[in-house]
């Protein structure tokens, strides 16, 4: 590409030859020293910890080369090509980026100097959870937003994420050099287009707010009620008052504001407004201030009046923008590209005071000299570390509300945190880096490195005095060697046949100290082999300095500081000797890095306010860990993961033998990916978790390569489906009304299916659907009814899914008699939570049904609800947190009393819907009705089996009610001698608990399959970019693969479509693949997990009706797509299949035999 040329002298010869407007800037050039850095590190004021953001393929890593390349680190001419940090091999394949990789960068704005600590992350959707590691160590963020594509996808999810995070952005529209060589556009155009971009942009974030807003003024219009207590007359709620009070000027993005860059980072430019203000001040004698506020917006230079001017649209005349900015850049591009003139070309240079190297100018590819001139004349490092510099925070700024958010895990509230705690607030606040300030770090994600690569082992060059030592060395063994051989030779001679014992002996004894040293050669290898992947903390430092070999406690995210400091003796340091806390762990951090992309620095100490890496911290830390000197520090709240892992694979090794090295190659790819999940089925399946299947492929991989180190298998992707039940048909499989009776025969056709195998005395269906089952031992009788829970209703639990689980926490202790300080938040959200199920579920069917739940499930969290219909059973509603503080002072009232066995049926409701009658898959959207419940006989003994309170029910008390008091001793006889036959019944069949979910368990399944059932599959959304030429191709793809098209656009001023589809998840492996062959590459899809969705056809189907028999035959053998993905999952799990292997065979007829 480039002339042959000496790398170090280019690379010099090019950064002299920078140039910059700005007054009083020296923009800092050249490889900055390590100490220069070290020193940089202690003034946290101007520190700057930032991470860029953007969808994939936007030039997030090309923005990262320029930047790199201004520090001297590469060349200039490599920036976009060299894509310095994506270091794996499958990134610079793929051409996209798989990891957030931090670099420390120096810059120097007039006689300020900074330090930038800059992470470049990830745009694919599959490692969006490394976009979130990014985010948290992070004070601010460059969102790159292409020019042509606009605001994407993954656009919306990182400005979200960095909303969440509360760190501020700033924007970088890139590839403009696209609406010049592609899009043709004129500049006028152009500046219309980028308006429509910024304006999307801001339309995100003004999303965010405008949510953020009401929902603190719903706060205090909640806070106000309670104090006011009066609700007399209609309120009007009036929505827009908060926002029109609510500043949310310094929110946006606008070129005035300085938080707005313009680039081409594969040509090397990119400019602020302030840059152009700045130029034109000096050359048209108008002041900066005016050039700023005018150079964007609907403003004209009016020739003759040499005044700026509005209302240049109204006029028709062209814009500051365009006239001073744009049309200089298109000139450029014409001239350079387009038409390649050269003398115009020389004026360009001339003018603008750049130089030109001849190799330049003289080569093949126009945009070779392009950017060497652009890349001098509008340097796109300058403008966007000025940028990032002046707008961005730094660690000392960090605001009070993210710092509360961080310390505030789960239903706690920052208020109700100990003493010790809340002061630690003042720390983050301050960034101190005393003596005597707590150290606090954050790690964020655990990363694998060749142990070869750490500064401590690499090859580092030698001294002159090294040198010449070694070669002394080598020639006194090659002495040693020579004179060795002379005697052996010597020896040898000598030898006698009488002395040939001893000779045989000789070499024995040399073959086995030889023999020795191979051992030790050989289980060498084997160690070092399994220490070469050495693990590194992606950390920050919050406050304190971080000094090599320090000890510190490692608080998992269950720690509560409350219980910590009660059990750990005042002023306790992690150095000491600690006594066992849960959830408290002590470890030393061996060694400290600098992040530098591709390598490490070794350091001595860490302050606070920047990012660092963390060495000796694999064994206490699996993911992510707040570490810290202070046990009163309170662990963060957890990453905020956007991408949610689906795709899951069964591994094994080729050769059995090898499975020890598989487990401990999985356990390291789980430490080192912080979204992968690796399990063990009960099957002994070891299963990988990923995000899609690109991730799945990295992590392959991975395992193959790094940690493994062995050839594995991977099955099939194991797709999740779930089971639910539906309303009974109305029409049937060629849309016919069915009469009552034809439904009420499909609903009997497929109870006797249900029924068979199980005896009429235990188990009774009734036409209803209500199902009655009796345990083994016939003490208990459960009837259980399944209903299917309306979509909103389901949509809304499986959204909730971690309230569900904090009120079932709450209630949890509760019940332990355990007084938790919930915060007021998850209080309002827990009774929103409540009032948006009771008006969801209205009519006469689900009457008072938000009181009577149970419990939720699987795992006591999930999208099922189990009722309690059984007459004259009061137990202690889920809701109790809510009321508690009404009844504070009776906790056991006679009203809510829990029964024996009350857990077992909970549990039996568990495991039913963990895994249905179907193919074994959890149940989603189900409603169990609980509407009978008989114990005939309770004894003390089983009392005992009991998981929850030895609580005797009223039904129990009544059956052993006692007439008169002088009876008791009667009754207590009785009881002894029923004792023994009964405890004999209780041992035939086990324990009575164990009857009773056994039972229940049973029965929810028999009542699911009393009702029409269905399978629920797994659906992507999927947002699809392409030209018009290959639209029909795409529409081809999605059809073949069950795909349905929701929503098709043309992007305004382009030629391309933006088509919005969903597909379900099991057709979705090697979609972008066939999606790309197919248009050549000129559409890419974007999948991300959506929804569950109902799969219409009931895989149990057969023809019942006349009509049904006419249009799909007796055989009925046309392809049913449930049943095809039924019975997959089946024959996975190894249940039976019902299929025919040989179908219509018919007798070969040979012609031989008739002859």
């Given at each position: ?353 750049v130089k030109v190297m001849a190799r330049e100018s003289r080569h093949s590819d126009p945009k070779v000299l392009l950017s060497a001139i652009c890349s001098q004349w509008l340097p796109v ?480 969290y999930g999208p099922n609800i189990l009722l309690n219909s059984v007459e004259g059973y009061q137990r202690p509603s889920v809701w109790q947190c809510l009321s508690r503080g009404d009844n ?268």
């Amino acid at each position: 590409m480039f002339p042959e040329c000496s790398t170090n002298v280019s690379k010099w010869a090019w950064l002299t030859c920078l140039i910059n407007f700005r007054e009083n800037n020296v923009f800092a050039m050249g490889h900055t020293s390590l100490d220069k850095i070290i020193a940089l590190q202690r003034n946290p004021a101007n520190i700057r910890n930032l991470c860029i953001l953007a969808h994939v393929d936007h030039g997030k890593t090309t923005l990262a080369d320029c930047l790199v390349a201004s520090n001297g680190i590469i060349s200039s001419r490599l920036a976009g090509k060299l894509r310095y940090l994506d270091s794996r091999e499958d990134e610079q394949i793929r051409g996209i980026t798989m990891k957030s990789s931090a670099i420390s960068l120096h810059y120097t704005n007039g006689d300020q100097e900074y330090l930038l600590n800059l992470i470049d992350s990830p745009g694919h959707v599959d490692f969006s959870s490394e976009v979130s590691t990014a985010v948290r160590l992070c004070d601010g963020a460059i969102v790159v937003v292409d020019a042509v594509e606009g605001v994407c996808p993954q656009t919306q999810v990182v400005l979200r994420q960095a909303w969440l995070e509360k760190i501020r952005p700033v924007l970088v529209i890139n590839k403009i050099d696209r609406l010049i060589m592609e899009l043709k556009l004129t500049s006028q155009e152009a500046y219309t287009h980028l308006q429509k971009i910024l304006e999307q942009v801001n339309a995100v974030t003004g999303t965010l707010f405008t949510s953020k807003v009401l929902e603190e003024r719903a706060e205090k219009e909640k806070e106000k009620e309670k104090e006011s207590d009066t609700s007399s007359g209609d309120q009007i709620y009036d929505w827009s008052a908060g926002l029109e009070e609510a500043d949310d000027s310094h929110l946006y993005f606008s070129p005035d504001q300085g938080n707005v860059v313009f680039a081409s980072a594969i040509d090397g430019w990119g400019f602020s407004i302030q840059q152009f203000a700045h130029i034109y001040s000096q050359r048209m004698g108008i002041k900066a201030e005016v050039l700023l506020k005018t150079l964007w917006g609907d403003f004209y230079l009016n020739a003759k009046a040499k005044k700026i001017m509005k209302g240049a649209q109204a006029k028709g005349k062209k814009p500051l923008f365009v006239q001073l900015v744009l049309e200089n850049i298109w000139s450029l591009y014409d001239a350079v590209v387009t038409r390649r003139d050269k003398e115009r070309v020389e004026k360009v240079v001339t003018s603008l005071g750049v130089k030109v190297m001849a190799r330049e100018s003289r080569h093949s590819d126009p945009k070779v000299l392009l950017s060497a001139i652009c890349s001098q004349w509008l340097p796109v490092s300058e403008a966007v570390l000025w940028m990032v510099c002046e707008k961005l925070p730094s660690p000392l700024d960090m605001a009070a509300e993210r710092v509360e958010k961080l310390m505030s895990v789960g239903a706690q509230r920052f208020d109700s945190l100990p003493q010790h705690t809340q002061e630690l607030k003042r720390a983050f606040l301050q960034c101190s880096s005393g003596e005597n300030a707590p150290v606090i770090v954050f790690v964020s994600k655990m990363f694998a490195m060749d142990t070869k690569a750490l500064p401590q082992n690499r090859q580092r060059p030698l001294t002159h005095e090294e040198i010449a030592q070694r070669r002394e060395l080598a020639r006194q063994r090659h002495a040693d060697k020579m004179a060795g051989d002379q005697t052996t030779a010597e020896s040898h001679k000598d030898l006698t046949l009488s002395g040939s014992m001893s000779q045989e002996g000789q070499p024995a004894g040399l073959s086995t100290t030889k023999n020795g040293s191979l051992t030790l050669k050989d289980s060498k290898p084997e160690e070092e082999e399994e220490q070469r992947e050495t693990f590194i903390a992606f950390a920050r430092v919050y406050s304190g300095v971080v000094k090599k070999g320090q000890r510190v406690f490692v608080l998992g995210p269950k720690y509560d500081p409350v219980k910590g400091m009660s059990m750990l003796p005042e002023s306790c340091s992690a150095s000491d000797r600690v006594p066992e806390v849960p959830h408290l762990a002590c470890c030393s951090m061996e060694s400290i890095y600098l992040l530098m992309g591709r390598e490490l620095e070794e350091l001595e100490e860490v302050p606070a306010g920047n990012v660092l890496g963390v060495g000796g911290l694999e064994d206490c830390v699996l993911k992510s860990a707040t570490l810290s000197t202070s046990p009163a520090c309170p662990p963060f709240t957890p990453l905020n993961f956007e991408a949610t892992p689906i795709v899951r694979v069964a591994i094994e090794p080729k050769h059995p033998s090898e499975m020890p090295k598989l487990v401990r190659g999985m356990r390291l790819l789980n430490q080192a990916d912080p979204c992968a999940e690796v399990l063990i089925q009960e099957t002994g399946e070891h299963v990988l978790v990923t995000a899609g299947e690109v991730h799945l492929q990295r992590c392959l991989d991975d395992l193959r390569d790094r940690f493994a180190k062995i050839e594995i298998s991977a099955s099939k992707p194991i797709i999740p489906f779930r089971e639910t039940v539906v309303r009974p048909p109305k029409v049937d499989m060629v849309n016919e009304d069915l009469g009552k009776q034809q439904k009420v025969a499909i609903i009997h056709q497929v109870k006797e299916e249900a029924s068979p195998g199980h005896s009429s005395d235990t188990l009774q269906v009734d036409p209803s659907g209500l199902v009655t089952l009796t345990t083994p031992n016939r003490l208990a009788t459960i009837s259980v009814r399944a209903i299917p829970l309306p979509q909103e209703v389901t949509c809304l639990l499986e959204s909730s899914s971690e309230l569900i689980r904090t009120l079932e926490h709450v209630n949890m202790s509760l019940r332990e008699g355990k007084n938790l300080d919930i915060s007021l938040g998850t209080l309002e959200a827990i009774a929103g939570f409540k009032s948006q199920l009771e008006s969801l579920l209205q009519g006469r069917k689900w009457r008072n049904t938000v009181e009577r739940i149970w419990a939720f499930g699987p795992r006591r969290y999930g999208p099922n609800i189990l009722l309690n219909s059984v007459e004259g059973y009061q137990r202690p509603s889920v809701w109790q947190c809510l009321s508690r503080g009404d009844n504070v002072g009776e906790p056991g009232t006679q009203i809510a009393v829990l029964r024996d066995f009350d857990n077992s049926i909970i549990s039996g409701f568990q495991l039913a819907t963990l895994s249905g009658p179907m193919c074994e898959e959890p149940l989603m959207g189900v409603c169990f009705s609980t509407e009978r419940w008989d114990i005939r006989y309770s004894t003390p003994l089983q009392n005992q089996d009991s998981l929850e309170e030895n609580s005797i029910s009223h039904e129990a008390l009544a059956e052993t009610k006692v007439e008169g008091s002088s009876d008791t001793s009667v009754q207590a006889g009785l009881s002894q001698t029923r004792r023994r036959p009964e405890a004999a019944s209780a041992d035939c069949y086990g324990p009575v608990s164990g009857q009773l979910i056994a039972t229940m368990k049973e029965a929810c399944r028999h009542a699911f399959q009393a009702q029409p059932h269905r399978l629920m599959a797994a659906m992507y959304t999927c947002e699809i970019m392409a030209t018009a030429e290959v639209l029909g191709r795409v529409y081809g793809v999605l059809g073949k693969r069950e795909g349905r098209v929701h929503h098709e656009e043309m992007k305004e001023g382009t030629d391309m479509f933006i088509i919005k589809a969903v597909l379900p998840v099991a057709e979705s492996f090697g979609f972008a693949d066939e999606i790309r062959k197919r248009t050549s590459g000129l559409a890419s899809p974007q999948l991300v997990f959506s929804h569950w969705e109902v799969i219409n056809n009931d895989p149990y189907w057969v023809p019942t009706t006349e009509e049904e028999y006419l249009h799909f035959g007796e055989k009925a053998d046309s392809s049913n797509q449930a049943l095809k993905y039924m019975n997959a999952v089946r024959r996975r799990k190894g249940l039976y299949v019902e299929e025919k292997i040989v179908e219509h065979a018919e007798k070969q007829r040979t012609l031989s035999k008739n002859k």
